[in-house]
């Protein structure tokens, strides 16, 4: 389940393909990530540095 607000997002991904971290994160900063049947979220932090939790 994905937090409230959220909306879906589709991004054509190749083998070499390079994404800006701001077109994958929301305006918080952060993305949930649903791997394996696990969350993580990967997060800007306050240093401009990302970071993934699970």
Known sequence: ???????ARRI?????????????LNQDGKLWIEH???RYLLR???NDRLILTK
């Open 1 to 7: 389940m994905t937090p409230a607000g959220n909306r």
């Open 36 to 38: 394996g049947g696990e």
């Open 12 to 24: 054509a991904i190749e083998a070499d393909s390079s994404v800006a971290s701001r077109a994958l």
């Open 44 to 46: 800007r932090t306050a």
